[in-house]
């Protein structure tokens, strides 16, 4: 393994925190390798080999080596995400704290790309709840919509916004995720580069910045709504201190989140406020690092803004029609263009994404279908991996691993034809995307920036 050199006064820094044994924690930095976890798409069943469960999270799952996911066809349909297996401990809150919400509920993921804690959301939550995905930094929100778009779901909302942007939506969330930009301390195992960025100054910058985003969208979370805050830092600052400020500045009650013993996390009470917090220390769970709490917002909240909706397009009634065909359970959609380009979203969510428009800058919205040309559909890649398509209006092509790592690398697929038109094109019979079929060769339409672009392992070739 490799030799850990710690940045200078970490360690001691670290000495006196709940639960922190440093022989442990060195042992583990030094003579264990950072474990391979992936998380999967409940809503695409697939056969995945994997090496034991995941404690806190049904749906996550260990690895006994880290194969190319790349060159994996499951991995660009959407079959499962390749997750830390400390942060997958979101779930578990998620659905503690679901328990004692009624109805639909929507949630806000504030600092969501790539898109790991979004897609975990979007699995705990149902059908009728609504999940926005946010990112701060505009390029980072491609990464963020695409890993979305696997997914497969029509209950997300992508936007890029700051924080400050959301107080605008008083009291509009039912649950909102802040996993806050932070000193990365709890990456170290895996990432020993981060150690070069780690210094005492800059985990002060890092809790000043926590407060400022946790203040920003603070208006946003309705009473009795929950918030989630998370970070992969090991320091007081970014973690306790930082939920004593919370309850001590705006009253918020802390919520203790049930946990087995055997898990080998650690609870913790903050000095202050004497409020719940979980940690986790490589060593000691088989996972990264990771802090996380949970508190409830007491005061009372503005009524969420509403709008009369009035002015929207006047959409084409045959133009629907010929939309809703390659949709299942159609009429449980909500329809809208965009330029040239169909999109659907849950019905129920329409109001919601209403209001969302008016206040924030939306990137995505539900699943994009297409562009009508005539009579006919030209398909968007959304709909190809979307959960929703009627797979039984449109040709399918199935496609041998060789076959499909030459469509995802948008090579010439090596395949006889006999139909033609569009096809969605199948790898153990989930969707990779899609392809045009002509007489003497084939269009392949997977999209050129998802492209695969290295080389393909020996056993590939």
Known sequence: MSEYIFPENFLNSLNGEPGFEVENFVNAHQNSASPTSIRRNPFKKSILKTDGQVPWCPEGYYLNTRPSFTFDPLFHAGCYYVQEASSMFIDHILKYIRQTDGGSIKVLDLCAAPGGKSTLINSAINSSDLLVSNEIIKTRVPVLSDNLNRWGTANTIVSNNDPRDFSRLTGFFDTILVDAPCSGSGMFRKDPA??????????????????????????????????IYSTCSYSHQENEEIVDWLCREFNMESIRIPIYKEWGIVEAESPEQKAWGYRFYPGSVKGEGLFAACLKKKEQTDEPPSFKTKGHQKLALLEIELIKKYINDPESYYYNKVNDDWLAISREHKESLDTLQRHLYIKKSGVRIGKLMGNDLIPDHELALSIYINKDKVLQTELNLEQAIQYLRRDNIDINITDKGWSLMTFEGQALGWAKLLPNRINNYFPKELRILASAPDALK
Do not use: F, T
Not at 206 to 214: G, K, N, S, T, W
């Open 194 to 227: 981060a150690m070069n960025e780690w210094s005492e100054a800059n985990v002060n910058l890092c809790h000043q910045r926590q407060e400022r985003i946790l203040a920003d969208v603070y208006p946003a979370l309705k009473e009795d709504g929950h918030l």
